[in-house]
C-alpha cells in the first residue's frame, strides 16, 4: 500500500538535484573535512563515525548550510566549516537516538550500538559533538556558536520531550509539533541560518533562512512521518513499521486516534502502550489511518509548513541557490510518490 | 583497611576551606546560574539534572575556575558562567558514564539512569553540554570557547580510549596515563585555564594555569583510584571496591598485575576481565597490592604530579587565590589520610 497523493498545483522540478549539483564543489571539501575530523588514534571512533557518516545518508543538512551561505556569494571556507560542524550534530544525534530507541536498524543496516555497543554510541557522540563545537569555534563567529549551540540544546530538550510524551496517545498536536519543532526543526533552522551569519549578511536575510529551515525541518518530520505507514521499505532505507514497533508516536497516530471510536482506541493503546504490534496490528494501523485520512492530512499539514518555507525566501535574491531550495521544500514532500 | 602513609615533608595546611571560602561569593552566583540553567519547561530535565547537581559533589572544577580569574584581580562575570559551564560538562560527563559503566549507585545514592533510566541520562547529559556551549558563547571570548570545546573532545575521547582498555591488564602505565589525562586532568586543565583568559592574561599565566590544571587532575585521579581499594567509604560517598568489581583497570592494579607471580596474575585476570569479583576476592586485591606496594607507588606518582602542580603555579602573583590553591594540591593527596 503506498500513498499516491496529488501534490500541489506547481509543475515537478528536479527535486534535490539541483542543490546536490550547486553544493558539490562545496561539499566534497565538507566530506573531506568530516573525515579528518572523525579521526583519531583511538580507532574504535573513526569505525564507528564512519559507519554511520558513510551509511548512505543524503547529507541535506550540510548541503543546506553551503547553499545558504553561497546564495549571498560567500567564498571563504566558514560554511564548509559549519556544514561539517552541523553533520557531526546530526550525526551524534543519531547516535544517542538509537541507544535511546533500542534501535536495531538503521536505513536497512545494524546500529553502531549493535555492533559496537550502547557504550561506544554515546561516546563516540560526545566525541562528534565536541569536534562539532571545535570546528566552530575556529570559523570564529559568535553568532553561529550562538545559533548552533542554542540548537544543540533545543534538540536534547525535544528528545527529553519526547521520552516523557513517548507512548501517550493523549498528546495533543501542539505538543507533537512542539516535539518535532526542536528535535528535528531546530538543526534543519540552524544549517540554513549560518549560512547568512558567515557571509556577513543582516538581521532580514538571517530571519528568512531561519524560517525557511524551521518550516522545512517541519515538513520533513511530517512527510517521515508518513512514510513510515505509508513508504515503500526499499525506497527509504529504512522499514515501514518502525515507528509503529517501537510505540512512538506521531502525528498519523495520533489523527486516527483521536479520530477513532473508542473500540479503535483501545487498539491503539494496546498497539503503541502495550507493545502488541504484529504485523497484522500494524496492516490494521494503516487501514485505519487511511480511513480516517490521517496520512492525507499529516501531507497536508506537512505541505503548509513547506508554503511558509517557501515564502520565507521570497525576499531573498534570485539566483541558483534560491531556485535549489525552493524545489528542495517540493523534494521533501514529493519523497510521498 | 585504611592507607596510611606519610604525606610531603610540608606542614599541613588547611586543605580546601582556603579556596571555598575564597570561592563563596562567586559560588553562590554560580550556583544560581546552574540551578536557572537546568530549568526546562520539560520537567524530566531539572528532575535529573538536579538529582545529580545537589549529590553532595564539591564543585571543585568551578571553584578552580573562580580562583583562577579573581587571583588574576578578575571582577566581571564571564567566569561565573565558564564556572557554571565546566560544571555542566562534568554533569554531563557523569551521567553519561554511569551509563556506560552501568553504575547502580554514585555517592551512596541510586544513579540518575537507576531512577530514570539511560535513555534520559543520556539525554539531558546532551542538554547540560548544549547549555554549557550557550553560557560560554554568552562570555563570549572566543580562546575560553576553544579551551573547553577542546576538552569536551578530549573528554569524550579518553572515555573511549578507556572502553578499548578496559579489562586489559596488558594496559601500560604510560597508556592508563594517557586516559586519565584525557578523561579526568582535560577538564581540570580547562577549567584553570579559562580563568586567565577571562581576566584577559597572556601566554604565560595560562601555561601555568594549564600546567596546574593538568597535574592536579592528575593527581586527582590516582588519589581517586587509590581510594577505591583504600579509602573509607563513608569518608568517600563511593563504596571501596566499586572499581573492582566493575572490572575497572587502575594504576593500582597495573601496579600490583606487573609485579605479581604467575599465580597473581590469573587471579587478577579471573577476578577483572572474568567478573569472579566477590567480596573475598575484594580482600585478597587488596593484601596483594599492599605486599606489592602497589597502593603506596601510586600515591607516589600523585605526589609527583602534585609537586609539578606547585611549580607550574610558583611564578604566578601572590596572594590568597595562589594559596589556596597550592593548598589544593595537598588537599587532593590529604584526602588519602
Request: proline fraction near 3%.
Amino acid at each position: 500500500m503506498g500513498v499516491v497523493v496529488s501534490l500541489d498545483e506547481q509543475p515537478r522540478n528536479n527535486g534535490i538535484d539541483g542543490l546536490i549539483g550547486l553544493a558539490r564543489p562545496g561539499m566534497e571539501r565538507v566530506n573531506q573535512l568530516i573525515l579528518d575530523k572523525a579521526g583519531s588514534d583511538v580507532k574504535m571512533i573513526p569505525e564507528v563515525a564512519n559507519h554511520l557518516i558513510n551509511s548512505g545518508g543524503k547529507r541535506l543538512r550540510p548541503m543546506l548550510t553551503i547553499a545558504s551561505a553561497e546564495m549571498f556569494g560567500y567564498e571563504g571556507d566558514g560554511h564548509i566549516k559549519l556544514a561539517a560542524s552541523v553533520e557531526f550534530m546530526h550525526t551524534a544525534t543519531l547516535l544517542h537516538d538509537d541507544v535511546v530507541d533500542e534501535s536495531d536498524r538503521r536505513r536497512s543496516k545494524p546500529t553502531a550500538r549493535m555492533i559496537w555497543g550502547n557504550q561506544a554510541s554515546v561516546l563516540v557522540g560526545d566525541f562528534l559533538l565536541g569536534q562539532a563545537f571545535r570546528m566552530m569555534v575556529d570559523v570564529g563567529e559568535m553568532d553561529a556558536l550562538d545559533v548552533l549551540s542554542t540548537a544543540s540544546a533545543i534538540i536534547a530538550e525535544g528528545e527529553v520531550m519526547q521520552l516523557s510524551a513517548a507512548k501517550k496517545l493523549s498528546t495533543t498536536e501542539d505538543d507533537y509539533l512542539a516535539v518535532i519543532k526542536a528535535k528535528t526543526a531546530a538543526l534543519f533552522l540552524a544549517a540554513c541560518e549560518v549560512g547568512p551569519i558567515v557571509a556577513g549578511m543582516g538581521a532580514d536575510e538571517r530571519a528568512a533562512l531561519r524560517s525557511y529551515g524551521l518550516n522545512l525541518g517541519l515538513a520533513f518530520q511530517l512527510v517521515d512521518d508518513v512514510l513510515d505507514y505509508g513508504g515503500n521499505a526499499n525506497d527509504l532505507g529504512k522499514n515501514v513499521g518502525d515507528d509503529f514497533r517501537e510505540g512512538k508516536i506521531t502525528l498519523p497516530v495520533l489523527l486516527a486516534y483521536r479520530r477513532g471510536s473508542d473500540e479503535e482506541r483501545i487498539f491503539w493503546r494496546e498497539s503503541l502502550e502495550d507493545g502488541d504490534n504484529g504485523d497484522e496490528r500494524l496492516e490494521r494501523a494503516r487501514g485505519l489511518m487511511s480511513r480516517h485520512g490521517a496520512l492525507a492530512d499529516t501531507i497536508g499539514r506537512a505541505r503548509h509548513f513547506g508554503a511558509i518555507a517557501r515564502d520565507a525566501l521570497a525576499p531573498m535574491p534570485a539566483g541558483p541557490q534560491k531556485t535549489a531550495l525552493l524545489e528542495v521544500v517540493d523534494f521533501c514532500i514529493s519523497r510521498l510518490n
